[in-house]
Structure formats: C-alpha cells, structure tokens
C-alpha cells in the first residue's frame, strides 16, 4: 500500500468510523405508491415484523414504523447526527418541541448534547408511483468538554449548501456538494467554497479541529483533486460507494471500499468506470478521548452510560409533547424548520425542490 493510501477496505454496514466521525449509515429504500395517507399500503407490507423490520423485503425497511416507515421517538446523548437527504423527505419531531421537513438535498445537524429524544419519519408523498428514499446519517462525536452542552439543530437547506462545478478538458463534470469544511478548488484561483456554520458545540466549530464532509459526483473520465487538509493530524476518508472504478493518486480501486488516505497532501481523483462514481469525504483532526458507547449514548466511560440511562428514565430528556411517537405532518406540507422558541419570522425561507 502507497504512503497515499493508508487503508483499503471493504465497506461495511453502516461504514466505519475514522475518529471524531463514529460511523455512516446509508438507507436506501424503494418505496411503493403511498396509501394517499403518507403511508406504505397494507398490500406491499405482506408479512414483515413491522416495529422492528430490516428485512428489506420489496427493495425497503420499515425500520420501526407501523404504517409510515421510519424512527419514532428515540433518545441521544453526547454525539450528533449529521442527516444528509439527497432524495426523500424526513419528518422531524424532538422532546425541545422542534419539529421539521427536510429532504431533497436537504442536511440537518442535530447536538444531541446533555439528551434529547427525537423521531425521524419517512412520509411517502407520492401515491401514484414509487417513492425512493435516499439518506446518509453519521454519527459524529462531541468532545468531553461538550458532551452535555444544551441540544441543538440546525438545517442546512440544500441552496444554502455550496456546489463546487469542474468540468475536464474531456468535458467530463466532476462536483464536490461542501456540508461541512471550507472546499478551496485546485483547479481555479476562486475563494473557497464555505457552507452555513453547523452547531455551536460541535467538533466541526472548532477552527482546529479541520473537520470536512464532502459529497463528490463524478461523471465517467472525470477528475478532481482534493486540496490538502490544513489541521495538524487530520485523517481523511474516502467512502466510494458508488461506481465502478477509481482512481485514487494513480491507484485503481473497486466500488463498495473506504479507503483512508493521506490528510495533507492533495489527492488526485479519476472516474475509470462507464457509470458515475459517488464518494463521500470524511475528515478531521481526532478528538483522541476514550468512546465509550451503548446504543444510543455515547460517552467516555462506563459510568457516564450509567448516568445517561438514569436521567433518561428519570426525566425522559425532556418528555415528549408530541400526539404519537412517530408524528408526520400534513400530506403536501413544504420543507420547513420551526426550532425551539423561535416564531415564524425567525424560520429560514421555505425551499422548494433542491437542484
């Protein structure tokens, strides 16, 4: 293995973390015309364990919804969520009284912090076709020192979100999507590409912490390079998910791979395949703290977790002032945010249809 290339390996599911950066779960699912009520029809369910289905039988999970797949109310503390949606919707209820629809091309960024509980419901809008879901989650850490800061989300609406464009002397297009980490292009002289901050508390607000996501598209025969990362002790990782081949600082390597390459140095990409390539870039200086987790909290140490299940059997992070565990809202609602405490004149402008 080159000094470029750190780590080859298989991807995993969910893939596997690189310090601060837990894991990422990608859910694809196909889902079938909905019942008119945001719903999967009864027909298309069959006999699956709904409550707890991940058979993917029919091309989807239901996860643990009954009628509308998705997560209903759940707890977190002491990491965040980073939700990346680049086709579906997402429903979004917390114990803060927050609540949301994201989806197409939409990121929300939730510090889960000292607790919060939440729910994340897929509603199918489309009754007379199929209805294709399309998410990423990570998990990222907080640092001790944050691990019980105040919950908190932002969304990054998708036109809010910079779009770096390159095209090759072959006219072939390559594009970095830039969620987290400011993208200075190799290939022009232009100001980097900075997107919306994320949450005060989370790793990726610290200047020194250098930490990037970055979704790059890539035509077949394209090529992009990656700038060099600024923070001392970054790593960086490379999740190739889909397409045929790549090449990676001259090396060729198969679809379905997390490759960890070298940080600070620039890194030469190329779509050898006859289909587009998709790669999602992960990167930061570590947070170098024991992890300690269990489920749904993590932390730094076996009492933490004890203390973590404690508060939430005692408090219930909040409670829930929803009506159900898994609310959606109404069939044609828009993309929007309400966040707690705020008015209607605080909520960012209502985005319809992404790119």
Not at 194 to 200: I, K, L, V
Not at 227 to 240: E, K, V
Not at 306 to 326: I, K, M, N, S, V
Request: charged share 20%; with cysteine.
């Amino acid at each position: 293995m080159s000094h470029t290339i750190l780590r080859n390996e298989p991807l995993s599911h969910p893939w596997a973390g690189t310090d601060p950066f837990l894991f990422c779960a990608r859910h694809v699912d196909h889902y079938p015309a909905s019942d008119g009520a945001q719903g999967v029809p009864p027909a298309a369910l069959g006999d699956r364990p709904l409550g707890n289905d991940f058979s993917h039988s029919g091309g989807f999970n239901m996860y643990y919804g009954t009628t509308v797949p998705g997560f209903p109310a759940h707890p977190h503390r002491g990491f965040e969520t980073v939700t990346i949606v680049p086709t579906g919707l997402v429903d979004h209820a917390d114990s803060l009284g927050a609540t949301a629809r994201y989806g197409d091309g939409d990121v929300q960024w939730l510090t889960a912090g000292r607790g919060v509980m939440h729910a994340e419901m897929f509603p199918l809008r489309d009754a007379a076709q199929g209805n294709l879901l399309d998410l990423y989650q990570i998990w990222l850490n907080l640092p001790a020192r944050d691990k019980m800061a105040d919950p908190a989300f932002v969304m990054l609406w998708d036109g809010d979100i910079p779009l770096y464009r390159t095209t090759n002397d072959a006219g072939r297009l390559a594009s970095v999507k830039v969620i987290a980490g400011t993208y200075a292009p190799q290939e022009s002289d232009g100001p980097g590409l900075t997107p919306p901050a994320p949450p005060p508390h989370s790793w990726a607000s610290d200047p020194e912490a250098d930490l990037a996501i970055w979704q790059i598209t890539l035509e077949p025969g394209a090529t992009l390079t990656l700038p060099a990362a600024a923070g001392a002790g970054a790593r960086r990782t490379l999740y190739f998910h889909k397409g045929e081949m790549l090449e990676i600082a001259g090396e060729t390597v198969a679809g379905e791979r997390l490759v960890e390459v070298t940080a600070g140095q620039a890194i030469a990409l190329a779509n050898r395949g006859t289909d587009s390539a998709e790669v999602l870039v992960l990167q930061a200086v570590p947070i170098g703290e024991p992890v300690v987790a269990r489920g749904p909290f993590v932390m730094n140490t076996d009492a933490e977790i004890d203390d973590a299940r404690r508060d939430f059997g005692r408090t219930q992070f909040g409670g829930w002032p929803w009506p159900a565990p898994g609310p959606v809202h109404a069939d044609g609602q828009g993309r929007f945010a309400q966040y707690p405490g705020k008015t209607e004149a605080d909520l960012p402008p209502l985005v319809e249809g992404g790119r």
